[in-house]
């Protein structure tokens, strides 16, 4: 077997309007656990998960446990093409869940600036009622997992 070279992380500096994070002691398959169930529960589709941490395997790199979770649901997709088409690249949702050693880091891109950039009306309130949303899965996913720490 090949051996894995270890990627060495980054110190965070991503303005606060650009994404957002939580943090968690709770463990990373529990957080991930937590945010599939929240996301469900808030009414989205769970559309894909990513194992950033098995794709850089299959090229030689090591990373701590790391998912992307993607999510959507038609009727805002509806909402997007109907408002602006070349939206779509705006959609699905994502959170990224990374184990940093010490926490568990749940990060999200902030749909209200996201959409807010095409200065179309309807796509500002989506991009307002998502970023709501996002915020509050993100809180319930935290509230989940707090229940879950040993």
Not at 15 to 26: E, N
Not at 53 to 60: C, N, S, V, W
Not at 120 to 138: F, N, S, V
């Amino acid at each position: 077997m090949t051996e894995l070279h270890p990627v060495t992380y980054g110190q965070s500096s991503v303005p606060d309007d650009l994404q957002h994070s939580l943090s968690s002691k709770a463990g990373f398959e529990d957080v991930v656990a937590c945010a599939k169930t929240a996301i469900e529960d808030a009414g989205f589709w769970v559309l894909h998960e990513i194992n950033p941490q098995a794709l850089l395997a299959k090229g030689g790199y090591a990373i701590n446990p790391t998912r992307q979770l993607l999510f959507f649901h038609p009727d805002y997709m509806v909402r997007v093409l109907s408002a602006v088409p070349a939206a779509l690249l705006e959609a699905p949702l994502k959170f990224a869940i990374m184990d940093r050693g010490d926490e568990v880091v749940l990060r999200w891109l902030d749909p209200e600036r996201a959409f807010g950039r095409y200065e179309d009306p309807h796509l500002a309130q989506l991009g307002k009622e998502l970023a709501a949303k996002c915020e509050a899965i993100a809180a319930e996913i935290l509230h989940r997992a707090s229940k879950l720490i040993g």
